[in-house]
């Protein structure tokens, strides 16, 4: 994006409760961890995927940089939520020139907004066996929203150089410590505080993606509510971290009755996708995000939908020096950095 190579990216989350920052390099066919850090947001800072303070986001950044006094300024970042547009279609053309014009006018059909507000992306899976046709991820996303995302990091003095979407970063940290199989069909979920990104993938391409407005945060709303705490005594209630034995026992309880309401939401969109593809089998879910090790959560998936449920280790074929990285603090944070690792592996990208 924007025409230049950089010889190093570092990888920027936004989430809606913390900003993740990492940054890898790559030895051979080997990465190893360079820098690695997580800066807590205000609660109304990001709201769905979308900066509400400017500058809380933007100091935040700046701290993170400043801890971590990494080289390179230039940075990867994702977008996600309603604004984002992500459609898998088949488009009818044999050369790259009349791909350019065909996506122009399928971008009218597929996407819900006025194409002068959005920008547009494509990438091409591969022939189509039946027809002189293309398969082709089309990608659509609001530019107040992209642009409002390089204006934070602009701001903290970050260079945006590339701009993804969560579900696909999500997908290249998979890929990278879990290597796919062609004919193997995972489920990715990235469960943040107030989004849920979710990505199927086949042996390395995505067939069906979909961002769901429920995350963390609804398991601290309902806690407040339910045990009359504040946010913070929620949040911390929710970690395992502080309760009374009364609070502590009705915990799980509570727990599980929003867990519930994020599986409605997964099923749902498992739903969509066999009607998209009704020859294909879901093998296994892997889950990323902060609310990833939620109790009681992978387990009521493994029972609901009677696979394999597995919580992403985005450093498990990462080269990590303990020396230099507190390994209880690598292991607390690793499934929320999943999509920030996927975005630092875009420095790796052919030029």
């Known amino acids: 994006m924007f025409g230049r190579k950089p010889k190093s990216l570092v990888g920027l989350d936004i989430g809606s409760s913390s900003i993740k920052l990492v940054e890898l390099k790559k030895k051979s066919a080997d990465y190893e961890l360079v820098g690695v850090a997580l800066e807590d947001l205000g609660q109304d800072t990001v709201v769905d995927g979308a900066i509400m303070d400017a500058n809380a986001a933007a100091l935040a950044i700046e701290r993170i940089f400043a801890g971590q006094k990494t080289k ?200 969509f996708f066999r009607q998209t593809a009704p020859t294909e089998t879901i093998h296994d879910i892997c889950i990323a995000g902060g609310t990833a090790r939620t109790e009681g959560l992978k387990e009521l998936l493994a029972t609901e939908f009677n696979i394999p449920v597995e919580v992403m280790d985005p450093f498990r074929k990462v080269a990590v020096n303990h020396a230099k990285f507190d390994p209880a603090f690598i292991a607390e944070v690793a499934p929320r950095m999943s999509v920030a690792v996927g975005l630092a592996l875009r420095s790796f990208d052919s030029a």
């Open 72 to 271: 390179s300024r230039d940075v990867a970042m994702a977008v996600s939520g309603h604004s984002v547009i992500v459609k898998r279609i088949s488009a009818p053309a044999a050369t790259e020139e009349e791909l350019h014009n065909v996506l122009a006018y399928e971008a009218q059909q597929h996407v819900p907004f006025d194409l002068e507000d959005v920008s547009l992306s494509y990438h091409v899976l591969g022939r189509n066996p039946v027809g002189n046709a293309v398969d082709v991820v089309l990608v659509a996303a609001k530019k107040e929203k992209v642009l409002n995302h390089m204006s934070v990091a602009s701001q903290a003095g970050a260079t945006p150089v590339v701009m993804d979407i969560d579900a696909f970063a999500l997908q290249n940290a998979y890929e990278l410590n879990y290597p796919p199989q062609p004919d193997h069909t995972s489920a990715l979920l990235n469960i943040g505080a107030s989004m849920m990104n979710i990505n199927i993938v086949r042996g390395g391409i995505p067939l069906f993606t979909r961002d769901v407005t429920v995350g963390g945060n609804h398991y601290t709303h309902t806690l407040q509510k339910e045990l009359d705490l504040s946010f913070e005594d929620a949040e911390k209630l929710k970690m395992g971290k502080a309760g009374t034995p009364e609070q502590s026992e009705a915990l799980g309880h509570h727990l599980r009755s929003v867990s519930e309401i994020l599986l409605l939401e997964i099923q749902k969109t498992f739903d």
